[in-house]
C-alpha cells in the first residue's frame, strides 16, 4: 500500500550484533567547551541525527550562498567524521515544518509556508518560479531514508489533506505518527482566522481523517508546535499556551489538566523542554521538565510594545502526568532564558544551551526588534541538569565555558555518537542576511560541544545488539578490565542507555527520549565483567519503535553510541512478551595478577547470590567446571 515504506534492513536483523564500538575521532577535545569545526551549508533551523555519520538539516526558503538544481539549497546532508556536507533539495517550502521517524527507520517532514521570494515575501507563483523555485510547502509530506554513501535524497510523498505551518510530530507505539496543529499562512502567533487545531495520524488513514483538539482550539494565540510526548501509559501530554491535556489518541478523546504555572513555555516563548530519563528505578514512569519561557499573557502576544527587551523566565517546574496531573516546581535556572535547549547526555544529565536574557523567539520589521530579532542578550554559557541531585543543587556550570556565537531563534542541537554535542542554526532574519551591521546573523558556523567526559577512556563492549525487542531474552555484554578502569566494581553501577536523540526545532527536540535497561553482572576473577541486559519493557509506548543509539556507561563515561533499530523495523502492532528474568549479581574473587585492583570477593547490593552460571562463556563454563570438582571430591 506504501510502496515507500521499507522493512527492516539486513543489518539490523534480529539478533546479529552490532559493531563494537571504538575510541572517538576527535583527541585532546577541550573539555567542556564549544569548537567550530564546519559548515551546515543551510542554516539549521532543523536537525537530526540520521545515521552513525549523517546530520541532515533542513532551512527555510531564503538566499543561501550554495546552489542545487538552479535555485539556493536549504537543505543538507552533514558529515559528522569528516565535518563537511552536501546541500540537499528538499523541493517545496520547509519553513517551520515539522519532523520525527517512523518505525521502519523513515523521516517525515511535513508542512512549512507557502512560496516566497525575497525577503519572505509571497511569491507571484506557488508552483515555483523565480527567484527560488520553492513551491508552497504547506501541504508537504517529505520523506527521507538516511545514508551513508550520499545516495539518497528526500521524496515527496501524497500532501496532506490540510496545511500546517508550525505542526508538532510524536512517534506512536506502532511507529506511525500523529501530526498536531499549526496554522495556514503563519505569523508572529496564531489566529482565529488561520488556526489548525486538528490533528491527524501519518500514514493517512481516511477512515479516521482529521480530529479537533479543544486544548488547541481554547489556547490561542500561542499554540503553535504544541508540546507533544508518548506517555508510557499510551496517552500523549499536550501542552499549549497555559493550557495542559492528556489525550488519548486511541479513541481520540482529550481531558484537560492543570494549566502551567509561572510562563508559557510553547512557542514563541519557547522554554527548554524534556521528558526525564525512563529508568528502572523510577518503574519507567515519565516525568516532563519544563524551564524557562516566557510570562506574557495571551493579550499581550501583539508587536506594539517591546517584547526583545522582557526578561525570560527562569522557573523550571515538572509534572508526572500518568501519576499526578499538578506541576510541582523544581530548580530555577541560574539565569532567565528563552529559547534554551534540553539535549540529553549519556550519562543521565541534560545539556542546557542556546538562547536569549530576554524577548522571545521570531524576528519582524518592528521598530522595537534588534534589526529584526524579538530577543536579546544571548545566553551564551552552558549549564547541566542533574536529575538525580538533590533540590537546591540540579543546575551546574562548574568546568564548562561559553560559547562564542549568539544561538538566537531558528538554531539547534543534537547528541552525536560519540557523546559530544552538535549545535547548529540561528537565523533571526527574514532572508539571508550576513551583514557587518546585523547583530544577529544568518549563521553557517557549525560547533560542537565537548562534555567533561569527551577525553576519558571509553568503554568498548562486545555484543551489543543491533535491534532491541519489547521483552524476551535478555542479551550478554562483555566489558574488559580496561573498560572497567581495572577496578570490576565498577561494573556495580554500569548501565546500558538507549536514547532516541530526536527532531530538533525551535527548542524542541521531538521525539528525544532516554531510557535505561535493567541490567545485572557477574564479575569476572581477571578483572573483565558480563552484562546481563533485559531489553525493553514489553510496552511499546515506553520507547517507540524506531532508530536509537545505545551506549554503555561506565563510572559516568559513555562508551561510544551504536546506531540500533528498535521493536520490528516496521510500522504494525509491535509484538510484545515478558522479559526473561535476569542472573542474580556477583563478582568472583580477583586473581592476585588480575588488572583489577585489590582482591575482593561476594556479591552486590543487586545479588543475595554467589557467582552464577548465566550464558554459555569461557568463564562460565570455567565456574561451572570448578564446582563440579569441588562437589565430586
Keep these: 500500500m506504501y510502496a515507500w515504506i521499507s522493512v527492516v534492513t539486513a543489518a539490523l536483523a534480529h539478533g546479529v550484533s552490532a559493531s563494537t564500538p571504538g575510541q572517538p575521532l576527535v583527541s585532546d577535545a577541550p573539555l567542556g567547551h564549544f569548537q567550530i569545526v564546519g559548515d551546515s551549508i543551510a542554516s539549521a533551523q532543523q536537525m537530526f541525527l540520521g545515521t ?62 507557502q512560496a516566497v521570494t525575497y525577503g519572505g515575501l509571497a511569491a507571484d507563483s506557488q508552483t515555483g518560479g523565480l527567484p527560488y523555485d520553492d513551491p508552497d510547502g504547506g501541504h508537504s509530506v517529505r520523506l527521507l531514508n538516511p545514508c551513508d554513501d550520499e545516495a539518497c535524497d528526500w521524496v515527496m510523498d501524497t ?108 512557542y514563541p516563548a519557547s522554554a527548554g523542554t524534556a521528558m526525564l530519563p525512563l529508568t528502572p528505578a523510577n518503574n519507567y514512569t515519565a516525568t516532563i521538565l519544563f524551564c524557562g519561557g516566557s510570562n506574557i499573557q495571551s493579550d499581550q502576544w501583539v508587536t506594539t510594545w517591546d517584547i526583545a527587551q522582557y526578561p525570560a523566565s527562569d522557573s523550571c517546574v515538572t509534572i508526572t502526568p500518568d501519576v499526578s496531573t499538578n506541576y510541582v516546581e523544581d530548580d530555577p535556572l541560574p539565569e532567565v532564558r528563552s529559547m534554551g535547549n534540553l539535549i540529553y547526555l549519556p550519562n543521565g544529565k541534560l545539556l542546557c544551551l542556546n538562547g536569549a536574557g530576554t524577548g522571545v523567539a521570531g524576528y519582524g520589521n518592528v521598530t522595537w526588534a534588534i534589526d529584526q530579532s ?78 567533561l567526559y569527551y577525553n576519558e577512556r571509553r568503554p568498548e563492549p562486545q555484543g551489543l545488539p543491533s535491534q532491541l525487542s519489547y521483552g524476551g531474552p535478555y542479551f550478554n555484554v562483555s566489558l574488559s578490565a580496561q573498560d572497567l578502569g581495572g577496578n570490576v566494581s565498577a561494573v556495580e553501577s554500569t548501565t546500558v542507555i538507549v536514547i532516541r536523540t530526536g527532531f530538533s526545532t525551535h527548542t524542541m527536540n521531538m521525539g528525544q527520549r532516554y531510557v535505561q535497561l ?29 532508530p536509537a543509539l545505545l551506549f554503555v556507561v561506565v563510572n559516568g563515561v559513555p562508551s561510544v553510541g551504536v546506531q540500533i533499530m528498535v521493536g520490528s523495523g516496521r510500522i504494525e502492532t509491535q509484538p510484545t512478551r515478558a522479559n526473561v528474568a535476569l542472573p542474580s549479581s556477583a563478582i568472583a574473587k580477583q586473581n592476585s595478577t588480575s588488572s583489577a585492583s585489590g582482591s ?6 543487586k545479588s543475595s547470590s554467589a557467582v552464577q552460571t548465566v550464558g554459555f562463556g569461557v568463564n562460565t563454563f570455567g565456574l561451572l567446571f570448578m564446582v563440579l570438582v569441588a562437589l565430586m571430591f
Design 52 to 113: 552513525q555519520d549523517k546530520v541532515y538539516i533542513v532551512d527555510k526558503t531564503e538566499r543561501n550562498p550554495t546552489q542545487i538544481n538552479g535555485h539556493p539549497a536549504w537543505a543538507a546532508e552533514y558529515s559528522v567524521s569528516e565535518n563537511h556536507g552536501r546541500p540537499m533539495d528538499v523541493v517545496t517550502n520547509s519553513f517551520c515544518a515539522g519532523g520525527s521517524v517512523l518505525g521502519n527507520g523513515t523521516w517525515v517532514n511535513v508542512g512549512g509556508n
Design 518 to 546: 535493567e541490567s545485572t553482572y557477574t564479575g569476572n576473577s581477571d578483572g573483565s565483567a558480563t552484562l546481563h541486559v533485559s531489553q525493553l519493557p514489553p510496552n511499546a509506548a515506553v520507547l517507540a519503535p524506531g
Design 600 to 605: 575482593q570477593t561476594t556479591g552486590s547490593s
Design 374 to 451: 524579538f530577543a536579546d542578550h544571548p545566553v551564551l554559557n552552558p549549564i547541566i541538569y542533574d536529575p538525580s541531585a538533590r533540590a537546591g543543587q540540579k543546575w551546574s556550570r562548574e568546568g564548562l565555558s561559553e560559547s562564542t556565537i549568539p544561538r538566537m531563534y531558528h538554531s539547534s542541537a543534537t547528541l552525536l555518537p560519540d557523546g559530544s554535542v552538535m549545535v547548529a542554526g540561528s537565523n533571526p532574519n527574514a532572508d539571508y542576511n550576513v551583514a557587518a551591521d546585523v547583530p544577529y546573523k544568518t549563521e553557517y558556523r557549525v560547533e560542537k560541544f565537548y562534555p
Design 159 to 266: 500532501p496532506m489533506t490540510t496545511r500546517r505551518w508550525y505542526p508538532s510530530l510524536e512517534t506512536l507505539e506502532d511507529g506511525s505518527i500523529i501530526i498536531i496543529g499549526g496554522c495556514d499562512y503563519g505569523g508572529f502567533v496564531n489566529d482565529a482566522g488561520q488556526t489548525n487545531p486538528t490533528y491527524e495520524f501519518f500514514p493517512y488513514n481516511p477512515a479516521v481523517g482529521l480530529t479537533t483538539s479543544p486544548l488547541l482550539v481554547n489556547t490561542l494565540p500561542a499554540n503553535l508546535y504544541p508540546l507533544t510526548w508518548l506517555l508510557p501509559s499510551g496517552n500523549l501530554l499536550m501542552q499549549s499556551n497555559w493550557g495542559t491535556a492528556i489525550l488519548n489518541h486511541r479513541t481520540r478523546t482529550e481531558t484537560q489538566i492543570s494549566a502551567m504555572p509561572h510562563a508559557v513555555r510553547v
